[in-house]
């Protein structure tokens, strides 16, 4: 059956791919990657239902915003002045009108029965409960929401150079259809892997072979990252930075990789530090190939390697799945040749491009202080083309570019996107990850420097300590869904597991809740950890290990949480309360008695007073009142106070005569019939996990 790219459903569709990715990882197709193949019967059964989604959407807001319309009408009627609210979604209720035009119906003495019972359903007053979006509606607006920032970002990029004087959050290449002056762009690619399987001599490998121009001898310097050529075609390498480095410039809003190139020794297998490059990588939404290595080896296993990335979801195309697995050696070359073909063609399907004639932006990928020439910036040019001379901003650094260079340390005039150079330009040393865009001229370049100082430190703090601070558990994704994301290390594999599945079962008793495990691993919490918790907002759960001085000190930078347990009940009850607080409350509104308003006194300082008989039940104190006259709803509040002759009392049983006050209001007539109900809020509870026997 012929396949579909996700990419290419997303372009047909109109969306982003990671709009899409997501839609797919909520309808439970996980793990999906702009390049997953999906057969073209589920392609065009989730175009139906998303077109469905999107239209259904579309067709309730109108919905309610054409209610929301009405009733705004109606409050703005002068008359209508009472406290009428309405349920949402639903137009207000008949507002009481003139006092003095009582309904006909009104002169008939209602009795419980029938019509009672039919009032009761128009005067059913208004009620708290949660309104449940389904899991795709939710979805849907998050699409849209994303889509509503993507054009914002357009936006942005389309406001003159000078204007910009905020830091943007996100760099990216420019998206859609690749304009006349567009040109296609090197992927870049990072190497991610457990220590010592390989990656560094990979790398120098493909170096070593692939220079541009021939020119082997000449690398001397490191700049943070190379550039290489394989059938004609470039690919950007960046220096393996470690796992938290590659998701820290993803915290710090730069998405810089285009593939993940995932190395694992074949002789050794899957180790932990494979699983958390894995879960990096997934985080960053970046396509993996892996390149299982040392196949020179003797003991070397490559199936062995593919059953254990199976458990990761990381399934070979051989075994229908669609993710790229090459056999190599860094030592001998074997396969390296057929991996870069892989890049290629995975990038092939990202369509990478940008605009040489576009404005100019790249990113920060390494900078250092050189006691000789000042601050050295390695950049990665994404768009437009960088000469020397330019005035560059980034952050707070600017200057003039002085000098290029590029990976091999050739000096250059110019250089194109998609490539990463040197330059002697700024003024003091950028962060990496930081935007760097061009401006005019220097004056400009120093005022927007001076503003965005203090911008960057609020920014930074702002976007690392988003959300955590209210609620260190919770993070409210759309006011409806409410998303526990946990990085969980624990002592020993069975105890995490354990601890995973435990607090999955727990969070299955709502329908309101998620967990989401973004990682799972065994040995005490590292930086590592930290930076995978830092970006994705996630708690990080501690099970009998201990926390690296480092990451301790991360943490409280960064501001993520660390929750350490000893005792496995002890864990889950912490967690299963903290759960319970994340889910919104249920209204139960029982009935508990009506009266019938006989006589209207007027009393001093309280406006009117109804003197009333009750019929049925009770009335209390505190109570929600609704008030009807005849069929019309002509007060909903709360009874605020009940006399039995002249005393205060709190209940009052039927039969008994009282005097029924509410605040604000005063319009009673003979007749009115009152209905009292208590509202009682209703706290969810979740069932206590049952601890595992393995932990
Ligand atoms: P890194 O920590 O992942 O960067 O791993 P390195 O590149 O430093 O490699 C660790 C060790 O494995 C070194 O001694 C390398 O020589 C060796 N090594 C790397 N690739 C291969 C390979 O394909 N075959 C063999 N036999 N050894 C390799």
């Known amino acids: 059956m012929p396949k579909k790219r996700v990419f290419q459903l997303a372009k047909e569709m109109g969306l982003q791919s990671q709009a899409l990715i997501a839609a797919l990882d909520r309808l439970g197709v996980k793990d999906m990657t702009p390049a997953s193949a999906i057969d073209e019967d589920t392609a065009k059964t989730l175009q139906e239902l998303l077109a469905e989604q999107v239209a259904k959407l579309k067709a309730t807001e109108a919905a309610e915003a054409a209610a929301a319309a009405k009733a705004a009408e109606a409050a703005a009627k002068p008359a209508a002045a009472t406290e009428a609210p309405a349920r949402r979604g639903r137009p207000a209720q008949k507002p009481a009108e ?9 002169a008939a003495t209602p009795t419980a029965g ?11 007053p208004e009620r708290v409960l949660p309104r449940r979006a389904s899991y795709f509606d939710q979805e849907m607006l998050r699409l849209e929401r994303q889509l509503g920032l993507l054009a914002q970002e357009v936006d942005k990029e389309t406001r003159p150079e000078i204007e ?72 950007v390498f960046l220096d393996t930075p470690g796992h938290e480095a590659f998701t820290q410039l993803r915290a710090r809003g730069a998405q810089v990789t285009d593939i993940a190139v995932l190395v694992v020794a074949a002789n050794d ?16 939404k970046v396509p993996i190939i892996v390149a299982i290595n040392k196949i020179d080896l003797p003991d070397s296993d490559p199936e062995v390697v593919k059953r254990q990335l199976l458990e990761h979801g990381l399934v070979p195309e051989e075994w229908g799945g669609d993710t790229i697995f090459v056999n190599v050696s860094a030592v001998r070359g074997d396969g390296v040749n057929d991996l870069l073909d892989m890049i290629l063609l995975v990038a092939e399907m990202r369509e990478i491009w940008a605009d040489p004639e576009g404005d100019f932006t790249g990113f920060v990928i390494e900078a250092q202080l050189d006691t000789s020439r000042g601050p050295l910036t390695t950049i990665l040019t994404r768009n437009g083309t960088l000469k020397i001379g330019d005035i560059l901003i980034c952050g707070s650094a600017y200057g003039k570019v002085r000098q290029i260079r590029d990976w091999l340390g050739r000096s250059l005039k110019e250089i194109g996107p998609g490539r990463p150079v040197e330059v002697v330009a700024f003024n003091e040393v950028p962060e990496p990850g930081a935007l760097v865009e061009r401006v005019k001229n220097v004056k400009d370049a120093r005022r927007m420097a001076e503003t965005r100082s203090d911008e960057v430190a609020i920014i930074d703090r702002q976007r690392m300590a988003r959300r955590r601070v209210e609620g260190a558990y919770a993070e409210l994704t759309d006011g409806q869904h409410k998303v526990l994301r946990a990085v969980i290390k624990a002592d020993v594999w069975g105890s995490a597991e354990a601890l995973r599945d435990a607090i999955l079962r727990l969070a299955a008793g709502s329908e309101e809740l998620e967990v989401n495990v973004i990682h799972l691993g065994v040995g005490d919490v590292t930086e590592s950890d930290i930076s995978l918790a830092q970006a994705t907002e996630a708690t990080v759960i501690a099970f ?25 009940y002890d864990a889950l009850e912490h967690i299963r309360l903290e759960l319970e607080g994340m889910l919104s409350s249920i209204y139960r509104e029982d009935k508990i008695g009506r009266a019938q308003v006989v006589q209207v006194f007027r009393a001093r300082g309280f406006g009117a007073v109804a003197g009333c008989r009750i019929m049925e039940g009770k009335l209390q104190s505190g109570a929600r009142v609704v008030v009807t006259r005849g069929r019309d709803i002509v007060y909903k509040g709360t009874l605020d106070s009940l006399k039995h002759f002249d005393r205060d009392v709190q209940t009052l049983d039927a039969p008994n005569e009282c005097g029924v006050g509410v605040r604000n209001w005063d319009n ?7 209905e009292a109900s208590i509202v009682t809020e209703i706290r969810p509870t979740l069932r206590p996990a049952e601890a595992d026997t393995r932990a």
């Open 98 to 106: 003139a006092p003095a035009a009582p309904a006909p119906e009104a």
């Open 114 to 124: 029938s019509p009672a019972e039919k009032r009761e359903k128009e005067a059913e």
């Open 164 to 235: 910009r004087t905020s830091i943007r959050d996100v760099v990216t290449r420019p998206e859609g259809e690749r304009t006349t002056s567009g040109v296609e762009n090197p992927p870049v690619v990072t190497v991610l892997g457990h220590v010592d399987h390989g990656k560094t001599t990979l790398l120098d490998f493909i170096r070593k072979t692939n220079v541009t121009g021939g020119e082997e001898g000449g690398i001397t310097q490191h700049i943070g990252a190379s550039e290489v050529e394989h059938n004609g075609k470039s690919i």
């Open 544 to 568: 009998r290990v201990g926390v690296a001085q480092a990451a301790k000190q991360m943490a409280a930078d960064e501001h993520v949480q660390i929750r350490s347990y000893e005792i496995i």
């Open 668 to 674: 009673w007539q003979s007749n009115d019939m009152i």
């Open 269 to 284: 297998g899957v180790m932990p530090q494979t699983i958390e490059a894995l879960n990096h990588a997934k985080v960053a």
